[in-house]
C-alpha cells in the first residue's frame, strides 16, 4: 500500500539556521507533491506544489525538491524564525480520486 | 485568494444527534471537494470526496449512512454525522480543488466535533 513517512516527528532549530525536512513515499510514483503548514487547532496552508517533472521550487525563503528516484521530497526553510513554528505536512498525489495522501507531519520549533 | 470557509469552527452536542458542518469556497468555484478527519498527533485521513451534482465517493471504513455528504453547487458542501456517539469526536477538515488550476488543494480552517 502506499507510504508516506516524514523523517522525525519534530525537528528544533535555532534560529537564522536552515530547517531541512524529508518526505519519502514507498510503493507509488506520484505525478505530484505539495507541502503544507498546519498550526494547532487549524486547517492545513498551501505552501508550494512541485510536479515530478520538476526537480526543485522555490517560494520566498521556501525550497522544494523532488528525487522521483530516490522517492524523496526535501522541504528547506532558509532564515528560519520563530514564526516559522508548525507543522509541517508532505502531501503527495495519488488518491484515485486526485486526493491527497498525508504523512504524519514534522513539528517544526525554532528557537529565538 | 483560494480562500475555504468551515462553519461552525466548534461544535458540541449530545450522543444520539446530528450535526452539519458547510464548506464553502469564497472566491473560486471546486468542482471537486474533500472531507477529512484528524485525531490528536495524526495525520489527515480522507473519509470522501464530493463531485458537484453526484454521489460523494467514502474511504473503505466510513460509512456512508453516518456520514452524509451533498456537494450541491461549485462553492458549497456540506457534511451531516447522523446519530453522533463520542468517538466520532474529531477535528473535520475539508478541501477544495480549484476547478482552473486542477493540482491545488486549500484547506478550511477545520471544525471541532465534541460529543458528549
Known amino acids: 500500500s502506499q507510504k508516506i513517512e516524514q523523517n522525525s516527528e519534530a525537528l528544533n532549530i535555532q534560529e537564522g539556521k536552515t530547517a531541512t525536512l524529508t518526505c519519502n513515499y514507498t510503493?507509488?510514483?506520484?505525478?505530484?507533491l505539495q507541502w503544507y503548514r498546519q498550526d494547532p487547532g487549524r486547517g492545513p496552508v498551501f505552501l508550494l506544489l512541485i510536479r515530478e517533472n520538476e526537480k526543485e521550487k522555490r517560494k520566498e525563503r521556501l525550497k522544494v525538491t523532488f528525487d522521483t528516484t530516490l522517492k524523496q521530497s526535501l522541504f528547506h526553510i532558509t532564515a528560519s524564525q520563530p514564526a516559522d513554528s508548525a507543522t509541517y505536512l508532505c502531501a503527495p498525489s495519488g488518491g484515485s480520486q486526485g486526493n491527497l495522501i498525508f504523512g504524519k507531519g514534522t513539528k517544526l520549533s525554532v528557537k529565538p | 485568494g483560494a480562500v475555504v470557509s468551515q462553519h461552525p469552527s466548534r461544535v458540541i452536542c449530545k450522543s444520539g444527534t446530528s450535526v452539519k458542518i458547510e464548506c464553502r469556497s469564497l472566491?473560486?468555484?471546486?468542482?471537486?471537494m474533500f472531507w477529512y478527519r484528524q485525531f490528536p498527533k495524526q495525520s489527515l485521513m480522507l473519509m470522501a470526496t464530493?463531485?458537484?451534482?453526484?454521489?460523494?465517493?467514502?474511504e473503505q471504513g466510513v460509512e456512508k449512512d453516518k456520514f452524509l455528504i451533498n456537494h450541491a453547487s461549485l462553492t458549497l458542501s456540506t457534511l451531516t454525522v447522523t446519530s453522533a456517539h463520542p468517538e466520532d469526536s474529531s477535528f473535520y477538515i475539508c478541501?477544495?480543488?480549484?476547478?482552473?488550476?486542477?493540482?491545488?488543494?486549500?484547506f478550511g480552517p477545520g471544525t471541532r466535533l465534541t460529543v458528549t
Open positions: 472566491d473560486f468555484q471546486a468542482t471537486t
Open positions: 464530493s463531485n458537484e451534482g453526484s454521489k460523494a465517493t467514502y
Open positions: 510503493n507509488y510514483s506520484p505525478a505530484y
Open positions: 478541501s477544495a480543488r480549484d476547478s482552473r488550476t486542477v493540482y491545488e488543494q486549500y
